[in-house]
């Protein structure tokens, strides 16, 4: 059992970050993102007849070491918390958003686990809402079993309200 985890006991439930080895994925899923925009900008060079043989290696160099920077940047900046009345996740700094969902508004909960997850013990936890707007709050890069403890976990608090 993680810190984390053990810490979910607690009233005062601090925010929590990701665990350290869910860097590497947002650093390569970002990084992927960044050589995609590369092709285009490396079409242009061909286009415009502009040196494509020392171009596109610098181009796809530079926007997949950027996408790997903003990647990281976005796992610093990615929190989550449970309490006694739901989930909360946030991120970003620039552009922060935080989602709160109350216990009472989860309608199902569902873990996925990708190739490259499971490969670092890391699970894409997503809590189905009620609501049409935003009705899924997808949180990835969360340890294996941290997601494991907080479905459970929300599922208890569901069937409490469920019973009451």
Same mark, same amino acid.
């Given at each position: 059992?993680?810190?984390?985890?053990?810490?979910?006991?607690?009233?005062?439930?601090?925010?929590?970050?990701?665990?350290?080895?869910?860097?590497?994925?947002?650093?390569?899923?970002?990084?992927?993102?960044?050589?995609?925009?590369?092709?285009?900008?490396?079409?242009?060079? %061909?286009?415009?007849? *502009?040196?494509?043989?020392?171009?596109?290696?610098?181009? +796809?160099?530079?926007? $997949? &070491? =950027?996408? /790997?920077?903003?990647g990281?940047?976005?796992?610093?900046?990615?929190?989550?918390?449970?309490?006694d009345?739901?989930?909360?996740?946030?991120?970003?700094?620039?552009w922060?958003?935080?989602?709160?969902?109350p216990?009472?508004?989860v309608?199902?909960?569902?873990?996925?686990?990708?190739?490259?997850?499971?490969?670092?013990? %890391?699970?894409?936890? *997503?809590i189905?809402?009620?609501?049409?707007?935003?009705? +899924?709050?997808?949180? $990835? &890069? =969360?340890? /294996?079993?941290?997601?494991?403890?907080?479905?459970?976990?929300?599922?208890?608090?569901?069937?409490?309200?469920?019973?009451?």
């Amino acid at each position: 059992m993680t810190d984390a985890v053990a810490q979910l006991s607690d009233p005062s439930s601090q925010w929590r970050p990701l665990p350290p080895r869910a860097k590497t994925l947002f650093a390569l899923s970002h990084g992927a993102v960044g050589l995609v925009f590369a092709i285009p900008l490396v079409v242009l060079s %061909l286009v415009f007849h *502009v040196a494509p043989w020392l171009i596109a290696p610098l181009l +796809a160099i530079a926007t $997949t &070491g =950027l996408g /790997a920077m903003i990647g990281i940047k976005r796992f610093r900046s990615t929190g989550w918390r449970l309490d006694d009345d739901g989930f909360a996740y946030r991120r970003g700094r620039m552009w922060f958003t935080e989602t709160r969902v109350p216990a009472s508004r989860v309608q199902h909960l569902d873990l996925r686990h990708g190739p490259l997850e499971r490969r670092w013990k %890391l699970a894409t936890l *997503v809590i189905h809402t009620a609501g049409s707007k935003m009705s +899924a709050v997808s949180v $990835t &890069g =969360l340890d /294996a079993e941290d997601a494991e403890t907080l479905r459970d976990r929300l599922a208890r608090q569901i069937e409490t309200d469920d019973a009451l």
